[in-house]
């Protein structure tokens, strides 16, 4: 509410405009009774506001991460549809705070011990975090002056979820920004030479598949390497969040290991040796299955942003891989400059639009819709192989 109400007085100062979205996750019964009562104050307040439902089967367990992903992908959606740039969320310092002795107890490197990035590069939108300056008890007393109501979510005081326990059981460590903006300089140095040595090796591809030098890779430190390893990797598979220093480590150990036509997996990724080189594709087996696709816009496999507009209740369109039989049925018709030197397993992992079982389109390889079908898809992954360095606020 306080990130909110701050937004659009500053946005208003610059002729600009806000709208704030509220996600009910509907894990509660009073949830959706909650988001309406916001909603509205939004709206007394002058803000314009809209409410995005995470709907469908929820999980058993992991359900904080499962929740914090399903809100992400509503968030990153609807900024994807009504092209909007910038997404703010209002993590403040308390949340770094607990984020970093979180991740401090996983040991985690100095990626995790940066804590949260002030900016984070997305394919349909910016992520900004303005408020991780601030303190929780600094927003409570701007909206107590303001005489705004706010709603506490009951799940913060949860004690079956880890940040809730710390936040029962830590002080507020009044050491801890000096600490976090040394390893926040690291981590900026650390990835400049990632880029860096992604700049020199990669060779990425719009189907979604990226050629690494091995050799102009090798001769960097390790620890740069795995990082760039991490970054093909995440954007290769469609992830939203990077392998860990510890698994990178370890892939590249493998990679200098294999023999050349021999393949590592890793993130929903095949890694192929080649002779100099290694090719990073989809990894095959770990496609998604041919869907109906809810539209009409919409993230496809983490990594196309699709389009699709079909007749309505027409339920035998779906949208899934090409995969190897699909690969079969339309290789004849395909112009061999378009698909020469591609990866097999690159193409089988393309998206197509499939209707009564067979494949209709598949827009990277030209193969038209029929008419009363509207099929596109760029290859968009959730994250930037050549993202913005990590952003201290």
Not at 108 to 126: H, I, K, P, T
């Amino acid at each position: 509410m306080a990130l909110a109400v701050l937004a659009h007085h500053w946005a208003g100062q610059r002729g600009g405009e806000v709208t704030a979205l509220v996600v009910d996750h509907g894990l509660r019964p009073e949830s959706s009774e909650e988001a309406s009562r916001v909603h509205q104050q939004l709206c007394w307040l002058g803000i314009t506001a809209a409410v995005l439902r995470w709907t469908g089967d929820k999980p058993a367990t992991g359900i904080q991460a499962a929740a914090r992903d399903a809100r992400y992908r509503l968030l990153r959606e609807w900024c994807g549809q009504h092209a909007v740039l910038h997404l703010l969320t209002g993590h403040h310092a308390d949340d770094q705070h607990e984020t970093i002795a979180m991740r401090s107890a996983r040991r985690s490197g100095v990626e995790g011990l940066a804590g949260m990035s002030s900016v984070v590069e997305w394919a349909n939108c910016r992520l900004l975090r303005p408020l991780l300056g601030q303190r929780r008890s600094d927003m409570r007393a701007f909206l107590a002056v303001q005489r705004i109501p706010w709603i506490e979510d009951p799940s913060n005081r949860d004690d079956r979820f880890e940040r809730a326990r710390l936040r029962r059981t830590a002080s507020f460590d009044v050491g801890w920004p000096d600490r976090a903006r040394h390893a926040a300089h690291r981590r900026q140095v650390h990835e400049r030479l990632v880029l860096g040595a992604l700049a020199r090796s990669s060779s990425p591809h719009p189907f979604g598949y990226c050629t690494l030098d091995l050799e102009a890779l090798h001769s960097d430190a390790p620890e740069i390497m795995s990082g760039a390893l991490a970054r093909v990797v995440g954007w290769v598979g469609g992830q939203h969040y990077l392998p860990g220093p510890e698994s990178t480590a370890q892939l590249r150990t493998r990679i200098l290991d294999l023999a050349p036509g021999r393949a590592a997996t890793m993130g929903g990724c095949l890694l192929t040796r080649r002779r100099g080189t290694l090719v990073v594709t989809r990894e095959p087996g770990r496609l998604p299955p041919v869907r109906p696709f809810a539209g009409p816009t919409g993230v496809w496999d983490g990594r196309f942003w699709v389009t699709l507009s079909t007749p309505a209740g027409n339920s035998a369109v779906g949208v899934g891989p090409l995969g190897r039989q699909g690969w079969e049925w339309v290789a004849p018709d395909i112009s061999r400059d378009l698909v020469g030197g591609v990866p097999k397993a690159a193409i089988w992992a393309l998206p197509a639009l499939w209707v009564h079982g067979v494949v209709a389109c598949v827009p990277q390889l030209s193969i038209k819709c029929p008419s009363i079908h509207r099929f596109s898809a760029t290859f968009r992954p959730h994250r930037s192989l050549f993202s913005s360095t990590f952003a201290v606020a």
